[in-house]
C-alpha cells in the first residue's frame, strides 16, 4: 500500500488540472482492493496529462508482481457530489 500511495501520487500531483486524490483499501474479504482515485478539473486537463492514453490502464514500472488485476474508470462528476457531516455521523 505504501508503495502504491506514493506511486500514484507521484503521476498526479503537481500537474495541471488535477484538484486532488485520493485512496481506498478493501475491508474483510475485498482486503487485497486497492483504490486510487484522481480528481480533475475537467476532461481536457485528463487528455492532457495522458495523451492518447488516457482511456487506458498502466502500471508504473515495477509493479507486474504486485498487482493482478487493474483498470481504469472515468466517472463524470461535473453535477457535483457532497457529503454531510450529520448524515455521515449518523450511518456510523
Do not use: C
Not at 485520493?22 to 481536457?44: C, I, P, R
Not at 495523451?51 to 453535477?79: C, F, K, M, N
Request: hydrophobic content about 35%; proline content about 3%; overall charge negative.
Amino acid at each position: 500500500m505504501e508503495k502504491f500511495a506514493t506511486t500514484s501520487v507521484d503521476v498526479v500531483r503537481h500537474e495541471p488540472g488535477n484538484t486532488g486524490y485520493f485512496f481506498g483499501q478493501g475491508l474483510a474479504s475485498d482486503e487485497g482492493y486497492l483504490v486510487f482515485a484522481s480528481l480533475w478539473d475537467s476532461l481536457d486537463a485528463v487528455i492532457q496529462k495522458f495523451g492518447d492514453a488516457w482511456q487506458q490502464s498502466s502500471l508504473p514500472e515495477g509493479y507486474e508482481d504486485l498487482i493482478e488485476e487493474h483498470s481504469i474508470r472515468h466517472v463524470d462528476l461535473s453535477t457535483g457530489w457532497a457529503v454531510s457531516p450529520q448524515e455521515t455521523k449518523a450511518a456510523t
